[in-house]
């Protein structure tokens, strides 16, 4: 029963709680429909805002179908709402910007509200930029509806653009602007350094100038309107005065009366512009009333804004003594050389005389000033004028040069004058520039030593007669005593003589009449060669074998002596005059025994040199002293040494030799030391003909 009563309350309860629950549902119902009035009023109401609102307002469903549009929407769009609604949202993008839709899209309904700009395809198919805002509708999820609000931006974006533009233009004109400033600036800045450079120049320029004029050695002045404007320290020396005593006083003071108005008149009409000349000498006078040559040297210059005269004023006192003294010089020497014995020309590189002293009258016999433009060539003798020419040329080949010559030249009077000239190249001096030509009239001179000349050789001449007659009489008298002495005792009817002493004197005779026949032969040479009229007989001759027999001859003459003979190997022939060489061979041989001592040696030997063949003959014996040597080849002439009563001889002997040699186209020469011995040597060309 309690269990019946339980569940009866139990049931009781229940049926309460549904009564409640009734009741609860009962008023929820009602709160319902009155939420669903409201919902729908509220709806309603967003729903005309919506509508009516300037932005457009659309809804999509979870398909992204278009469920609601606004008029905005449509407007901005372009389409019908009809044409909208039930119509996928993509009928409004561009085909480009489908993946971003569709991507802001599913953000947004995923519950992440999306905001921004975008561009709308409208129905005429342009773009229509707007800026959107997309929420999810109901609970956000895959499939959730959207609605999203779009506001046209075109005007926006035209504003926008056109301000970019405007400020795009405003900034490029800016930067033009800058640039224009900049390059300005640029200018600016370098007319300025300009300027400045130029101002320094100036600056330095007008310092140079400035230290010029301060430190010049000359004066330095500005006359303006015949006064003194400027002038510079060299005042105080070159005239005593101070710069600022003379400043605005009168030029005309300072200057010597009597040149006054020459000085006056050049500068009134220098100033007026007239072309007047620049540079000349005047007088100036001191503060001390001493007076100083100068020169001046003028111009016209701008002076604060008028024509002024510059004027640069040299002291020429010093210059004015140099040139006193060089006239001085100069004339004095004009008169030395005019009055000179010798004559004096320059010549130029033509051979013409530019100047001819006085003295080329008494010499040449022409005038000087005849003289001048003349080739001086033309007064000397034909037969001169080759070695003229060629000293002429000799001494023009360098500066400096010295050359001295003798020639013939022709007197007025047609007489042939000698005359010496010393010529010296002065052509490298500017105050000459030519050849100096020194000459002198030496006719008479000459004629002197001619005759002097002649006279020694007369003299000469006289003496080797005396003394040819004196040797040659000695010489002829000898044998001669010999021939008739034994030739008349040999007569002598009287004497009976032995057979041997007959004959000795016999042969003494023979002997004599060898010796008078040799001495003879040789005076006969001496004319013939002195006449240039000895004749050669010329042969391929074998020179070893005349020396050969000449040395066995030479030692039977000479016994007391030892005779060598040095051959070389092989002598090749030489053209030759046989006989006439073996004479000049025994000649030297006889001498060289004839002046040596008993028992000492005469070599004889033969050397190759060159193209020539030397045969030499030395002894021992007494020599010849320096100052004879020379001489020893003289007709006549016999050493000092050899004059010892038993050295007979001519002094013919070796000038044979000399011509013989010679005129086989040979040389001869001796060699010798006093009291130690001589050698004699000759050469012959091998090649001669
Ligand atoms: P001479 O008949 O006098 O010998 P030469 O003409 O032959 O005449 O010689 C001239 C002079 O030369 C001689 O008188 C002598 O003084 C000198 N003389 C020549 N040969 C020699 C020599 N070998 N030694 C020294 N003196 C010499």
């Known amino acids: 029963m309690a269990g019946q009563g339980k569940i009866k309350e139990e049931l009781l309860s229940e049926l309460a709680q549904l009564r409640r629950q009734i009741t609860r549902l009962q008023h929820a119902e009602t709160e319902r429909r009155q939420v669903k009035i409201a919902l729908r009023e509220s709806e309603d109401k967003y729903e005309s805002i919506a509508r009516a609102a300037i932005e457009g307002i659309y809804h999509a469903d979870g398909e992204g179908r278009f469920v609601f549009v606004n008029d905005a929407c449509t407007r901005i769009l372009g389409y019908d709402r009809d044409e909208l609604l039930g119509k996928h949202y993509s009928i409004i993008i561009p085909e480009a910007g489908i993946p971003m839709a569709t991507e802001i899209t599913r953000a947004a309904a995923q519950g992440d509200p999306q905001k921004g700009e975008f561009i709308l395809k409208h129905k005429q198919g342009h773009g229509v930029p707007v800026h959107f805002s997309m929420v999810a509708l109901g609970s956000p999820g895959e499939r959730a509806g959207l609605t999203g609000i779009i506001q046209d931006i075109t005007e926006r974006k035209r504003a926008e653009e056109a301000l970019q533009k405007a400020r795009d233009e405003l900034e490029m004109r800016v930067a033009e602007r800058t640039m224009e400033l900049e390059l300005a600036n640029e200018e600016l800045r370098a007319e300025m350094v300009e300027r400045e450079d130029a101002e320094r120049a100036l600056r330095e320029s007008e310092e140079k100038y400035r230290n010029v004029v301060e430190r010049a050695n000359d004066m330095v002045a500005i006359v303006q309107d015949n006064l003194i404007k400027f002038v510079n320290q060299r005042v105080v020396d070159m005239a005593g005065y101070a710069p600022e005593e003379v400043i605005c006083t009168a030029l005309s003071q300072h200057i010597a009366p009597e040149e006054r108005p020459v000085v006056m008149e050049r500068y009134a009409r220098r100033v007026a512009g007239e072309d007047?000349?620049?540079?000349?000498?005047?007088?100036?006078?001191?503060?001390?009333?001493?007076?100083?040559?100068?020169?001046?040297?003028?111009?016209?210059?701008?002076?604060?804004?008028?024509?002024?005269?510059?004027?640069?004023?040299?002291?020429?006192?010093?210059?004015?003594?140099?040139?006193?003294?060089?006239?001085?010089?100069?004339?004095?020497?004009?008169?030395?050389?005019?009055?000179?014995?010798?004559?004096?020309?320059?010549?130029?590189?033509?051979?013409?005389?530019?100047?001819?002293?006085?003295?080329?009258?008494?010499?040449?016999?022409?005038?000087?000033?005849?003289?001048?433009?003349?080739?001086?060539?033309?007064?000397?003798?034909?037969?001169?004028?080759?070695?003229?020419?060629?000293?002429?040329?000799?001494?023009?080949?360098?500066?400096?040069?010295?050359?001295?010559?003798?020639?013939?030249?022709?007197?007025?009077?047609?007489?042939?004058?000698?005359?010496?000239?010393?010529?010296?190249?002065?052509?490298?001096?500017?105050?000459?520039?030519?050849?100096?030509?020194?000459?002198?009239?030496?006719?008479?001179?000459?004629?002197?030593?001619?005759?002097?000349?002649?006279?020694?050789?007369?003299?000469?001449?006289?003496?080797?007669?005396?003394?040819?007659?004196?040797?040659?009489?000695?010489?002829?008298?000898?044998?001669?005593?010999?021939?008739?002495?034994?030739?008349?005792?040999?007569?002598?009817?009287?004497?009976?003589?032995?057979?041997?002493?007959?004959?000795?004197?016999?042969?003494?005779?023979?002997?004599?009449?060898?010796?008078?026949?040799?001495?003879?032969?040789?005076?006969?040479?001496?004319?013939?060669?002195?006449?240039?009229?000895?004749?050669?007989?010329?042969?391929?001759?074998?020179?070893?074998?005349?020396?050969?027999?000449?040395?066995?001859?030479?030692?039977?003459?000479?016994?007391?002596?030892?005779?060598?003979?040095?051959?070389?190997?092989?002598?090749?022939?030489?053209?030759?005059?046989?006989?006439?060489?073996?004479q000049v061979v025994d000649n030297i041989i006889d001498n060289a025994v004839k002046y040596s001592g008993e028992g000492t040696e005469v070599t004889v030997s033969v050397r190759r040199e060159g193209k020539g063949v030397v045969v030499s003959i030395a002894d021992q014996g007494i020599g010849i002293s320096a100052q004879e040597l020379p001489k020893i080849f003289d007709r006549m002439y016999r050493a000092k040494t050899s004059l010892a009563p038993k050295k007979e001889g001519t002094g013919l002997g070796l000038t044979i030799a000399r011509g013989l040699v010679e005129a086989h186209g040979g040389r001869i020469w001796m060699e010798s030391e006093e009291w130690k011995g001589s050698t004699c040597s000759f050469n012959l060309p091998i090649d001669a003909e």
Not at 311 to 339: G, H, M, P
Not at 359 to 380: C, D
Request: hydrophobic residues 40%; negative net charge; glycine residues 6%.
């Open 276 to 582: 007047v000349p620049p540079r000349y000498e005047t007088t100036l006078f001191r503060k001390d009333g001493t007076t100083v040559d100068v020169e001046i040297n003028a111009g016209v210059i701008m002076y604060e804004g008028r024509p002024a005269d510059l004027v640069i004023v040299r002291d020429i006192t010093e210059r004015k003594k140099a040139e006193k003294a060089l006239r001085e010089s100069e004339e004095r020497f004009r008169a030395l050389i005019e009055n000179a014995f010798e004559g004096i020309a320059i010549l130029n590189a033509d051979g013409i005389a530019v100047y001819a002293s006085p003295a080329i009258e008494r010499i040449a016999g022409i005038p000087s000033e005849e003289a001048v433009g003349k080739r001086l060539i033309e007064l000397v003798h034909p037969d001169d004028r080759a070695r003229f020419q060629e000293n002429f040329t000799l001494a023009m080949r360098e500066p400096g040069a010295l050359v001295t010559g003798t020639y013939r030249a022709l007197y007025a009077n047609g007489r042939w004058h000698v005359v010496e000239t010393t010529a010296r190249n002065l052509i490298d001096d500017p105050k000459i520039g030519g050849l100096v030509l020194n000459f002198r009239d030496i006719t008479e001179r000459r004629e002197a030593e001619e005759k002097a000349k002649e006279a020694e050789m007369l003299k000469e001449m006289c003496q080797l007669r005396g003394d040819l007659l004196a040797n040659v009489s000695h010489e002829l008298r000898t044998p001669l005593t010999t021939i008739k002495g034994y030739a008349t005792a040999l007569m002598d009817d009287e004497i009976r003589f032995e057979r041997d002493v007959v004959k000795r004197r016999l042969e003494s005779i023979v002997e004599a009449c060898d010796g008078l026949s040799e001495l003879v032969g040789n005076l006969l040479d001496v004319s013939r060669l002195e006449a240039g009229m000895l004749w050669l007989n010329r042969v391929p001759t074998d020179l070893s074998k005349i020396l050969r027999e000449a040395i066995s001859q030479a030692r039977i003459r000479a016994l007391d002596h030892r005779i060598v003979l040095r051959l070389p190997e092989e002598l090749p022939a030489v053209n030759a005059d046989p006989k006439r060489i073996r």
